[in-house]
């Protein structure tokens, strides 16, 4: 194969070219020394070794380092000292840049328990970054609260806590797409909400609840895809009664977020969890706030003081708070924890997130975006590409103000 020399990343944009000596691993493949070809944006073919191939610039030259689809973060709240919620136009920009340098190229920019109007200008705010994002793509809301369990709350503000309400939905949703919503299926006209919102296509993920496998069986028949950070917030396994943490045992079909920042769950709960759950029902995500990427100190999360110390967000009280969790550690706490083979984690790290919530991304095929991250043996990108241009050259400068 004769190649030409390689062309600066940042010029890659709609031209056709190759990033070559990949060592691809994606679900159900395995190719140790594949070449990509990239054409405006998407994947024109992966050639495996000794086929033949092109004669076409290189963009990248791999070295035979690890290669996976971009990772999709669905739950991720903030990030770089900005959060979703914050009320500032640059804060999904400086999350998206954040998100990037963790070789997550999707992600869902979720919200909190904050009132009504006050959602509202948050969907407004994000809606511009959204439709043209400029690091990683974010085609969707994730609406954590505010109809959940007062009684489970953790830290989603109390104060803000209100009833399923379908229409405040439907107005985020004409302002700027709505993907998911975390909700207790418990709450009252709470299953009429997941038939509505089944309806309108958003997928809803049961969270913050105290639902008995009952109240769980209602919300499945009635159309909810999603555990939320399993364990956590959610009730736990007892002899008489499985709650939803022994409802994903018992329910193949229902896939489960896990926060595997070794916190959220402890190294023996994240093996117990991927031993006795399907892979394709696992999806990775990070809960992040905004102290991830940001120095130990306090931070406000919607109203509540949060300190991170030694890698947890916490309240004051003691609960955890979202997390410091960045998805590329995430990624390897669960492959040295579980040695679960590459291929086969990449279905949680975004193929199953892809498939659930109808998203682009997860895989690559042909004509698939070429939304690709490439990392090296301690799983840190060296390369992220978003459409098959690489963002993460700017993505390493420092945080925005």
Same mark, same amino acid.
């Given at each position: 194969?004769?190649?030409?020399?390689?062309?600066?990343?940042?010029?890659?944009?709609?031209?056709?070219?190759?990033?070559?000596?990949?060592?691809?691993? %994606?679900?159900?493949?395995?190719?140790?020394?594949?070449?990509?070809?990239?054409?405006?944006?998407?994947?024109?073919?992966?050639?495996?070794?000794?086929?033949?191939?092109?004669?076409?610039?290189?963009?990248?030259?791999? /070295?035979? /380092?690890?290669? @996976?689809?971009?990772?999709?973060?669905?739950?991720?709240?903030?990030?770089?000292?900005?959060?979703?919620?914050?009320?500032?136009?640059?804060?999904?920009?400086?999350?998206?840049?954040?998100?990037?340098?963790?070789?997550?190229?999707?992600?869902?920019?979720?919200?909190?328990?904050?009132?009504?109007?006050?959602? %509202?200008?948050?969907?407004?705010?994000?809606?511009?970054?959204?439709?043209?994002?400029?690091?990683?793509?974010?085609?969707?809301?994730?609406?954590?609260?505010? @109809?959940?369990?007062?009684?489970?709350?953790?830290?989603?503000?109390?104060?803000?806590?209100?009833?399923?309400?379908?229409?405040?939905?439907?107005?985020?949703?004409?302002?700027?797409?709505?993907?998911?919503? =975390?909700?207790?299926?418990?709450?009252? !006209?709470?299953?009429?909400?997941?038939?509505?919102?089944?309806?309108?296509?958003?997928?809803?993920?049961?969270?913050?609840?105290?639902?008995? &496998?009952?109240? @769980? %069986?209602?919300?499945?028949?009635?159309?909810?895809?999603?555990?939320?950070?399993?364990?956590? /917030?959610?009730?736990?396994?007892?002899?008489?009664?499985?709650?939803?943490? !022994?409802?994903?045992?018992?329910?193949?079909?229902?896939?489960?977020?896990?926060?595997?920042?070794?916190?959220?769950?402890?190294?023996?709960?994240?093996?117990?969890? @991927?031993?006795?759950?399907?892979?394709?029902?696992?999806?990775?995500?990070?809960?992040?706030?905004?102290?991830?990427?940001?120095?130990?100190? =306090?931070?406000?999360?919607?109203?509540?003081?949060?300190?991170?110390?030694?890698?947890?967000?916490?309240?004051?009280?003691?609960?955890?708070?979202?997390?410091?969790?960045? &998805?590329?550690?995430?990624?390897?706490?669960?492959?040295?924890?579980?040695?679960?083979?590459?291929?086969?984690?990449?279905?949680?790290?975004?193929?199953?997130?892809?498939?659930?919530?109808?998203?682009?991304?997860?895989?690559?095929? /042909?004509?698939?975006?070429?939304?690709?991250?490439?990392?090296?043996?301690?799983?840190?990108?060296?390369?992220?590409?978003?459409?098959?241009?690489?963002?993460?050259?700017?993505?390493?400068?420092?945080?925005?103000?």
């Amino acid at each position: 194969m004769a190649l030409t020399a390689i062309v600066p990343r940042r010029e890659t944009e709609f031209m056709h070219g190759l990033i070559i000596h990949a060592d691809l691993h %994606q679900p159900n493949q395995h190719c140790p020394d594949a070449t990509l070809e990239i054409q405006d944006g998407r994947v024109a073919a992966i050639h495996e070794a000794g086929a033949a191939t092109p004669s076409l610039p290189v963009f990248f030259d791999a /070295q035979h /380092q690890l290669t @996976f689809p971009g990772f999709v973060d669905i739950h991720t709240h903030g990030a770089s000292g900005r959060d979703v919620c914050d009320g500032s136009p640059g804060a999904l920009e400086a999350i998206g840049r954040a998100k990037i340098r963790e070789g997550v190229t999707t992600f869902l920019p979720t919200t909190l328990t904050i009132p009504r109007d006050e959602l %509202q200008k948050v969907a407004g705010l994000a809606a511009p970054y959204m439709a043209n994002p400029t690091f990683a793509k974010a085609p969707a809301l994730h609406i954590e609260g505010p @109809f959940i369990n007062r009684n489970c709350a953790g830290a989603q503000n109390p104060a803000h806590v209100r009833p399923p309400d379908s229409e405040e939905v439907r107005e985020l949703h004409k302002i700027t797409p709505v993907g998911l919503v =975390s909700m207790a299926p418990e709450t009252n !006209g709470g299953i009429a909400f997941i038939e509505e919102m089944t309806a309108l296509g958003i997928v809803t993920s049961l969270a913050h609840s105290a639902a008995t &496998y009952a109240d @769980f %069986q209602a919300a499945r028949q009635a159309g909810a895809k999603h555990l939320t950070h399993f364990c956590n /917030q959610m009730t736990g396994l007892h002899h008489r009664e499985i709650g939803l943490v !022994g409802a994903a045992l018992l329910d193949d079909g229902v896939l489960i977020e896990a926060i595997c920042d070794k916190i959220h769950l402890c190294p023996e709960m994240i093996s117990l969890t @991927f031993k006795h759950l399907s892979i394709n029902q696992m999806m990775l995500v990070t809960d992040s706030m905004a102290a991830s990427w940001m120095n130990e100190g =306090s931070y406000d999360l919607a109203g509540l003081e949060v300190h991170v110390k030694d890698g947890a967000a916490r309240l004051t009280s003691g609960a955890l708070a979202g997390s410091t969790l960045r &998805y590329n550690h995430a990624a390897r706490n669960v492959h040295r924890i579980t040695n679960i083979p590459w291929l086969d984690l990449t279905k949680a790290c975004g193929y199953n997130q892809a498939r659930s919530l109808g998203l682009e991304g997860g895989s690559l095929t /042909q004509g698939s975006p070429a939304d690709i991250v490439i990392v090296n043996d301690e799983c840190e990108p060296v390369a992220v590409f978003v459409d098959g241009v690489d963002k993460l050259p700017e993505a390493s400068t420092p945080p925005m103000e």
